[in-house]
């Protein structure tokens, strides 16, 4: 899974998707620092692979308030 599925993705969330998979279980803050990216686009990024069912959201066990994200196993 080091490539993005063949769907069109932008190439920041084609960016945020191999993030999330090399990284997983990361926080939109960790991916906004990881790629330069604002994180309110993260975000965009992150609802786009959702909508996609590329990638899972989960409360982080560590700080309820925050969100992980992880890559959906193919």
């Known amino acids: 899974a080091d490539h993005p599925p063949e769907i069109d ?6 960016c945020i998707y191999l993030l999330v998979h ?3 279980p990361v926080t939109p803050t960790r991916l906004a ?24 959201a989960d409360s982080d066990p560590a700080d309820r ?7 959906v196993d193919a």
């Open 65 to 71: 308030r925050q969100t992980q994200y992880s890559p």
């Open 33 to 56: 620092d990881l790629s330069g990216y604002s994180r309110q686009w993260v975000h965009v990024c992150l609802n786009n692979l959702r909508g996609a069912d590329l990638v899972t």
């Open 22 to 24: 090399r990284h997983a």
């Open 9 to 14: 993705l932008s190439p920041a969330t084609t």
